[in-house]
């Protein structure tokens, strides 16, 4: 069983009003204080390895989360190139380039930002991110599917509910399970989470939200595929709230 810890780095931007991409910036010092309550909520949590976008802003958190353990950088959790729209607020872009903003809106997928990337592009990477990973954790796995290649029936839990119940660390050893954290960005999550669900990804800025230092949790059985994720926590900012405040935005 391969469980991925999937989150975004913290604030990077003061109140991120701007499409950063490839602009490699710095965590802020509310980023930082965001980072430090995720390391805290998952203190104690086994996690066997830590994988982070190569950006300035994801290996920051990374590394506040890692408290000393490696972290791994991969290429391929680099956020979505926005080309010639970087460092600009969506109000310019759409004094610049009204047409190809319209566009954009209704296909991010296919849609390339000007001299930058489409969320196609993005998938690409996530499918070939995600079949490295699932051959490294899962020997067994069969990952051949894309993001539109069929579901694995995998061994999901047979419980009517879909609820597999708690399970304790040690069970969860004994049965093998390996636990990735992965730091990347908003876009680059949001599609990656359409990628192993099955979704288009065209719909990623509809279907999916990803705050800043969330925890979303997907799961992988063996034999699945890429595609064949189940979504186990989606979206969870509970440790960036305060007692008795909803944890949700």
Not at 205 to 232: C, H, K, M, S, W
Request: charged letters at 25%; aromatic letters at 4%; proline letters at 6%.
């Amino acid at each position: 069983m391969l469980t991925l810890i999937l989150t975004r780095h913290g604030q990077a931007a003061p109140g991120d009003v701007m499409l950063g991409g490839q602009l490699d910036m710095s965590l802020t010092p509310n980023g930082r204080q965001e980072a430090e309550a995720l390391a805290r909520r998952l203190a104690g949590v086994r996690i066997d390895r830590i994988i982070s976008s190569p950006m300035l802003r994801a290996i920051e958190t990374a590394q506040m989360i890692a408290t000393g353990r490696p972290v791994e950088l991969d290429e391929r959790l680099r956020e979505l190139d926005y080309g010639h729209w970087e460092g600009l607020t969506y109000t310019e872009i759409e004094t610049r380039d009204p047409e190809l903003r319209a566009r954009w809106e209704h296909d991010p997928a296919g849609t390339h930002a000007p001299g930058g990337e489409c969320g196609d592009d993005v998938a690409a990477r996530a499918v070939s991110f995600l079949v490295d990973l699932m051959e490294a954790e899962l020997p067994s796995a069969n990952p051949a599917a894309g993001p539109s290649g069929n579901h694995s029936t995998g061994h999901h839990s047979p419980d009517a509910g879909g609820a597999r119940g708690l399970v304790s660390e040690s069970q969860a050893e004994a049965e093998g399970e390996s636990r990735v954290l992965v730091v990347a960005h908003g876009t680059y999550n949001r599609i990656l989470m359409c990628v192993a669900l099955g979704l288009p990804v065209r719909d990623y800025r509809r279907r999916f939200l990803q705050d800043r230092t969330n925890l979303t949790v997907l799961r992988y059985e063996r034999d699945d595929t890429p595609d064949g994720a189940q979504l186990i926590l989606a979206n969870d900012v509970g440790h960036l709230r305060s007692p008795g405040e909803a944890p949700w935005g």
